[in-house]
């Protein structure tokens, strides 16, 4: 079972940067496109970008232009760097494959202040 740990959250202010780590175990790390979600308070958990094995990246609209998602797969390692952080940024940030492994981490918790 993989396993994912999050980390590098905290509290910034609004237009500030952040940048998040995710470690995985597993040998199919490299194969795997991998996301990073959030979940803010009273809220689903939402899909905010993805990195295929590859490298290639898609973004949704809350984040585009403003957050990057690159990885190492020697590492087994998936980052996000996030720009121009706003207060509705703030959440619970995870990592995950698509589709997901079945189970979570921990997340990072990010919290913008205005």
């Known amino acids: 079972q993989v396993q994912l740990v999050e980390s590098g959250g905290g509290l910034v202010q609004a237009g500030g940067s952040l940048r998040l780590s995710c470690a995985a175990s597993g040998s199919i790390f490299s194969r795997k496109t991998m996301g990073w979600y959030r979940q803010a308070p009273g809220k689903q958990r939402e899909l905010l970008t993805h990195i295929t094995g590859g490298g290639v990246a898609n973004y949704f609209d809350s984040v585009k232009g403003r957050f990057t998602i690159s990885r190492d797969n020697a590492k087994n390692t998936v980052y996000l760097q996030m720009n121009s952080l706003k207060p509705e940024d703030t959440a619970v940030y995870y990592c995950?494959?698509?589709?997901?492994?079945?189970?979570w981490g921990q997340g990072t918790q990010v919290i913008v202040s205005s």
């Open positions: 995950n494959g698509l589709p997901n492994f079945g189970s």
